[in-house]
């Protein structure tokens, strides 16, 4: 085997164990403010990470989506996502830093633009299957409608830039709706 092999090898590795690294200081962050049992649970249930996760185990009617859970992407959207499914004992299902935004260059993961559902990419059409297979075992447990909750990110940035002191809720608008439901005052904001 060449040098040039086993260079391109150590390359790759390097960005691979800058995200352990990366996982491994949060985790840790996130575990300082748990319980044991809390953490036994966070443990089990999230880790290893690099995964989809599907909590199949909820007590409500309520699915708890983070789509964009890799680092750059909504950062921690996938931990917030989780630790809310368990507060409201409900069904998640959760991108744990497997598929990251399209447009982005990684030595891991994989593509898949969560943003468009109605994607051909075979990532995103597994990611909203298994979104699609939640509702339906919801939905058949009971009388309740299913709801879902995608969580989401925004920088600070953004937020200032865009929201201008005020709270965007995204509510599952149809296009026609989004206008009227945006404006100011409208029923998807909440004003701090």
Not at 62 to 73: E, I, M, N, S, T
Not at 78 to 99: G, S
Request: net charge positive; with cysteine; proline share 6%.
């Amino acid at each position: 085997m060449g040098q040039g092999t086993a260079e391109t090898r150590k390359k790759l590795r390097a960005p691979q164990e800058e995200m352990d690294h990366w996982i491994e200081s949060v985790r840790r962050c996130i575990e300082e403010h748990l319980s044991p049992e809390e953490r036994r649970i966070f443990r089990e249930e999230f880790f290893p990470e690099k995964r989809l996760r599907v909590g199949r185990d909820g007590l409500s009617n309520v699915l708890v989506v983070a789509p964009h859970g890799f680092p750059g992407d909504d950062d921690h959207t996938d931990y917030l996502a989780f630790f809310l499914a368990k507060e409201l004992r409900a069904f998640y299902v959760i991108n744990n830093k497997a598929f990251y935004k399209p447009g982005r260059n990684h030595s891991f993961g994989k593509p898949a633009n969560l943003n468009r559902p109605w994607s051909s990419n075979p990532h995103t059409r597994r990611f909203v299957e298994l979104i699609l297979e939640m509702v339906s075992v919801i939905g058949s447990r009971g009388a309740h409608v299913p709801i879902v909750l995608c969580i989401h990110g925004m920088s600070d940035v953004n937020a200032r830039k865009f929201s201008a002191g005020d709270f965007c809720l995204g509510a599952g608008y149809t296009r026609e709706e989004k206008e009227n439901a945006f404006r100011e005052g409208g029923p998807a904001t909440a004003s701090l």
